[in-house]
């Protein structure tokens, strides 16, 4: 299976994204997998129904006795109980990366990277090899609709990846073939510098074998003084050509012609009209750019994952082209540092919004020292011209959106929070409002 034995492991933030998609993949491969979560989630629910115990209450008793490993998320600390009764037994712990290192170092892997597009890129280009006969094991950072998981069990030797570069956790991975999307400083609680960020990166591509391939633009200035190091050969996908699809957006476009380069280099023979097919039958993910219904009043919700400025700002001005009547925009920053560290980029980020809305800054993994707030960002976007303003619980904000916007208008919820659930709130969803959480979205 991989480079590590496994029969019995515990995973510790379960429901994270990546870590749901793992425990999947161990499962399949005939591992006794346990686990553990703050909250059910639609992940959590998704390994439910294929017969995963989760408990939602962590506690030394939750892990099982003659595990081989324990995989925590980036979310769960040193101190938590279960990793802290694995540590008392001397049982090995793997971060979620560390792990997933493990289990594809055998296989010919695709790391789809980059600070934007990730989870589009690595969905489409899952879709194109698998329509194309090639079967893949997928492990994708969303649920994809036209998987309906964020895992996909592959027959071949084939793994595609949505890769991180949080923690240098990129460098865990051995790609034969490398996705390079784009690249701008983020992270920025543990990169100081785009020049920090670049050399995670610069690392990456020169750890790409000779025989393999850099999907990337050769002519974007943060990543072209990058490809010196490289082995491999450089593809520029932005030679792809434009692709019919139902998903809106020029960064669409781009994710798209990623992944049809990508496909291109794992299987040289490949025809465009086979691409082509995939690609305009692929209906996105979870939270990305997701159409959730209307509110009461007839306003179109959607909801996105969108979480740095640049992001934010090219989803508005997609939705601002969508949109006849006014755009309204809730946005749920992510990290305090990111925030306070990206304050001006944010503030000019909202310019095709009519009206948005701050929510208390997610947490994650970070305390608040008191610098930084919603309300800061709110008078930020407003000075700017935009109508900004700051409120402080997902009711609040329900009740708002269900009182103003009318038909004609469209709703965003953004955000690598669970601010989703106002959008399930005001579009019927019926979901339970629920407190702002403290934890981040687990890998």
């Not at 997928?138 to 071949?156: E, P």
């Amino acid at each position: 299976m991989s480079e590590v034995e496994i029969r019995k492991a515990h995973f510790v933030g379960i429901g994270g994204i990546g870590m749901s998609a793992l425990a999947q993949l161990l499962a399949r491969e005939g591992v006794a997998v346990s686990g553990s979560d703050r909250a059910a989630s639609p992940t959590t629910d998704l390994l439910a129904r294929q017969g995963i115990v989760v408990s939602f209450v962590q506690a030394a008793e939750n892990v099982p006795e003659d595990i081989d490993a324990l995989i925590y998320s980036d979310a769960v600390l040193a101190e938590n109980p279960e990793r802290a009764e694995a540590a008392r037994r001397g049982v090995p712990q793997y971060s979620y990366f560390q792990m997933l290192g493990k289990v594809t170092a055998l296989k010919r892997t695709v790391a789809v990277a980059g600070t934007h597009g990730k989870t589009t890129t690595t969905g489409m280009l899952a879709k194109i090899l698998i329509d194309a006969g090639a079967s893949p094991t997928v492990v994708v950072g969303s649920i994809v609709k036209d998987f309906g998981s964020n895992y996909v069990a592959g027959q071949s030797d084939l793994f595609v990846v949505e890769a991180c570069e949080y923690r240098d956790h990129l460098l865990e991975l051995s790609p034969e073939v490398l996705v390079v999307n784009n690249l701008e400083w983020d992270h920025t609680d543990f990169f100081p510098s785009l020049a920090a960020l670049q050399e995670t990166f610069r690392k990456a591509i020169a750890k790409v074998p000779a025989h393999g391939a850099i999907i990337t633009n050769p002519s974007d200035p943060n990543i072209a003084p990058l490809l010196s190091v490289a082995a491999a050969r450089i593809v520029d996908y932005t030679a792809e050509p434009a692709f019919s699809l139902l998903l809106p957006g020029a960064f669409n476009q781009m994710n798209a012609r990623a992944a049809a380069a990508a496909a291109r280099a794992v299987l040289p023979n490949i025809v465009n009209e086979s691409i082509a097919a995939s690609l305009v039958a692929f209906h996105g993910t979870w939270r990305r750019f997701e159409y959730k219904g209307k509110t009461e009043r007839g306003a179109d919700v959607y909801d996105d994952y969108a979480h740095h400025p640049t992001a934010v700002r090219e989803t508005v001005q997609a939705l601002r082209v969508k949109t006849s009547g006014k755009v309204f925009v809730v946005f749920h920053p992510h990290l305090f540092s990111r925030t306070r560290d990206l304050l001006d980029e944010f503030a000019n980020a909202f310019a095709g919004a009519d009206d948005v809305i701050i929510a208390p800054i997610y947490a994650a993994r970070e305390q608040d020292d008191g610098t930084i707030s919603n309300r800061t960002l709110a008078e930020r976007i407003q000075a700017h011209g935009v109508d900004a303003h700051a409120m402080d619980s997902f009711d609040e904000i329900a009740a708002y959106l269900e009182e103003y916007p009318d038909a004609g208008d469209a709703v965003m919820t953004m955000g690598a929070g669970d601010i989703y659930k106002v959008a399930d709130l005001i579009a019927g969803k019926h979901i339970e409002a629920a407190p702002f959480a403290s934890a981040g979205k687990a890998l």
